[in-house]
């Protein structure tokens, strides 16, 4: 059962614009939501996180909002450069620490 | 400083076979989990290792066993392999939870090993 769902497989955008990647999960325990980025043959990076206790985070070009009434969170990358076109992962946990939950990822396209 | 390092890269196995994955943590890390990504979804938790113990264990078969050394790098073994155990491979290590981070489980993770099985 996926407990952590992202709905759009992929999503193409011009340089410059926001890009906004969208996540909906399920269990109502879980307290740590993360973004991770995979360029391909890499490994998934780290992105950026937020805590339940958040309802946004931000870090530089990156921002990730939470809707813990509607279990949705979104990640907003504001300018959206060439070099952000890779797979976004959403995941989630119950407790730092503890194994995480992925999506199964949306693949940005950021074109010229 | 190396991230996370997996062997092999790349290998091919027919059912019933066995297989044995290895991996190094980042310098600093002492815990390694291990995930199962097929194509198209998500990495799928498989088990973490922590002080040479499994510590937490995702909705794998028992054919799926791990290691940890001392040195905290880890094995993953898989026996009699399924076509459907076709998958990347990728491990990932955390730091000590003592050690001041964002509060949340910031993996790392190492590229991967695929899995072919015939």
């Known amino acids: 059962d996926q407990q952590v769902k992202q709905n759009s497989p992929s999503l193409s955008v011009q340089e410059g614009r926001i890009s906004i990647l969208n996540c909906d999960y399920t269990?109502?325990?879980?307290?740590?939501f993360l973004w991770y980025k995979k360029y391909p043959a890499e490994g998934p990076t780290f992105l950026i996180s937020?805590?339940?206790?958040?309802d946004k985070n931000e870090d530089g070009r990156f921002t990730v909002f939470l809707n813990k009434s509607a279990k949705h969170l979104s990640l907003h990358i504001v300018p959206s450069q060439p070099g952000d076109s890779a797979v976004y992962f959403c995941a989630a946990s119950e407790d730092s620490g503890y194994a995480l939950n992925f999506g199964k990822g949306t693949s940005l396209l950021v074109t010229p | 400083d190396a991230g996370v390092t997996q062997s092999p890269t790349h290998l091919i196995k027919t059912r019933g076979q066995q297989v044995t994955l290895r991996c190094s943590p980042k310098?600093?890390?002492?815990?390694v989990s291990w995930y199962q990504q097929a194509l198209g979804q998500g990495p799928q938790f498989i088990f973490q290792?922590?002080?040479?113990?499994?510590?937490q264990r995702g909705n794998f078969p028992d054919r799926f066993s791990g290691h940890q050394f001392p040195n905290y790098s880890s094995e993953l073994n898989v026996n009699a392999l399924l076509l459907g155990d076709s998958a990347l491979y990728l491990c990932?290590?955390?730091?000590?939870?003592?050690?001041?981070?964002?509060?949340?489980?910031?993996?790392?993770f190492g590229a991967g090993s695929r899995l072919t099985v015939l």
């Open positions: 290792y922590y002080e040479e113990e499994e510590r």
């Open positions: 310098s600093g890390h002492d815990t």
């Open positions: 937020i805590s339940s206790i958040k």
């Open positions: 269990n109502s325990m879980f307290d740590y």
């Open positions: 990932a290590s955390s730091a000590p939870q003592g050690i001041p981070f964002s509060g949340a489980n910031v993996l790392t």
